[in-house]
């Protein structure tokens, strides 16, 4: 028998409950059977239930690291090389050393195969892209999960998780960020920040976790919070009813634009002073994050099933197939000015920021790297495009903010933007 690890359980970690019927639920009562199968011995009907999962969550690095070892210990060592293939082919590497006996016995097989795709592998662990710091930021307690961009102005405006706050940060006195907005202004924990640099609105999605601090009010759980760059006050307070939790926000001629990661929609400000609508809702989504305007279309990441693209028209969700790499994982999304798509995806090694390369009209994408292997990468997520350039949120570090209040396991960094031009 070959040992290897199976990962039965969702290999990139999820902080939100699937929406009932996603994608992901099916995925996952899929990955229960796979387990009853190969506790079974039932290795070929465990590599079938394992296929129908990834065919779900395509390119998903578990799933796919699943399908070596299921095929070959049903003793199809041809099909466990197609695995492998697979997973080179989505852009990851399998640390065979950690799996008794698998290497030997595909090595046995097809050596000059087994060889190619190692290199192949190797190649992907490769670092790519080069990348300057833009600044680090004295906010190491605070947890920097998103970011945005004011090129004119010369600031990089932060969403904190840990301390429910805006800060400002001028490029030319990085060291001394300053505070914008609190929990006594109202503030929740940010997820998504976006620049209506139209109005002068600064929007902030934000919510209500155990990490929130405890000035956070119940009522302010869920909202999208309206920040006016020219008084300096929040200016408005936009719910919705029902609402789950907002994770991302683009904003676009004045039109807003929100991801809700819990109940499965987007959701659309007209202007200013407007109220929330759902403007796309589809109960295949898992957990949706970063948005972006591209192409006469909204292009929507969910971290557990891929990228999907909403139809201006219809207002319908299409996935989007992938061509080449793997869009599971993706948390942050961009758009440049020639409407290409950037991602930043984690979880998973390698990552970093990905060029998102889409077919007309969204009928398929290859997901090539941009920036792999940083130093300064710990847990990348949130890139944004401004004047030409790429600027990336490196180090999240949400490992080290344990949600029951205990120290972190190693020192926690000052959150660090990197940026570099756009490819």
Do not use: C, K
Request: no cysteine.
């Amino acid at each position: 028998m070959i040992i290897l690890a199976l990962a039965l359980a969702a290999s990139l970690a999820l902080s939100d409950t699937p929406a009932p019927g996603s994608l992901l639920d099916q995925s996952q009562a899929l990955r229960a059977e796979t387990r009853l199968l190969a506790a079974e011995g039932d290795w070929a009907g465990a590599a079938e239930a394992n296929a129908a999962a990834l065919a779900l969550q395509p390119g998903h690095f578990g799933l796919l690291t699943n399908a070596v070892a299921l095929t070959a210990n049903a003793g199809d060592l041809d099909g466990a090389l197609d695995a492998l293939d697979a997973l080179a082919q989505a852009g990851f590497a399998l640390d065979l050393a950690a799996a008794q006996g698998l290497a030997e016995a595909l090595a046995a097989h097809d050596p000059e195969r087994l060889a190619g795709l190692r290199e192949r592998m190797a190649q992907n662990m490769e670092p790519a892209g080069q990348a300057e710091r833009y600044m680090s930021v004295p906010l190491r307690d605070a947890l920097v999960e998103n970011f945005a961009v004011d090129i004119d102005a010369e600031r990089i405006y932060l969403g904190t998780v840990a301390d429910a706050s805006l800060y400002s940060v001028r490029l030319d006195d990085p060291q001394n960020p300053r505070l914008l907005a609190g929990p006594e202004d109202g503030m929740g924990s940010v997820f998504g920040l976006a620049l209506d640099g139209r109005n002068r609105l600064l929007y902030a999605a934000t919510a209500r976790i155990p990490l929130s601090p405890e000035g956070v009010p119940g009522d302010r759980e869920t909202a999208l919070v309206a920040f006016d760059l020219m008084t300096g006050e929040v200016s408005a307070r936009h719910r919705f009813a029902g609402a789950g939790r907002f994770s991302d926000v683009v904003v676009q001629d004045g039109i807003v634009y929100a991801s809700d990661s819990v109940e499965g929609r987007i959701y659309r400000l007209e202007r200013p002073g407007g109220e929330l609508e759902v403007y796309a809702e589809d109960s295949r989504f898992a957990s949706l994050q970063g948005l972006a305007l591209a192409q006469g279309a909204l292009w929507v990441a969910d971290y557990a099933t891929g990228l999907w693209r909403i139809d201006p028209v219809s207002r319908e969700a299409s996935r989007v197939e992938v061509l080449e790499g793997s869009l599971i994982g993706f948390d942050g999304l961009a758009a440049d000015s020639y409407g290409e798509l950037y991602g930043v995806r984690n979880g998973v090694q390698p990552h970093g920021v990905f060029h998102i390369a889409l077919e007309p009209w969204g009928g398929g994408a290859r997901v090539r790297p941009v920036l792999t292997g940083h130093r300064d990468f710990d847990e990348p997520t949130t890139v944004r495009v401004s004047d030409g350039r790429l600027f990336v949120l490196a180090n999240a570090q949400w490992e080290l903010f344990p949600e029951d209040g205990s120290p972190p396991q190693r020192e926690r960094r000052n959150p660090v933007i990197l940026y570099m031009p756009v490819p």
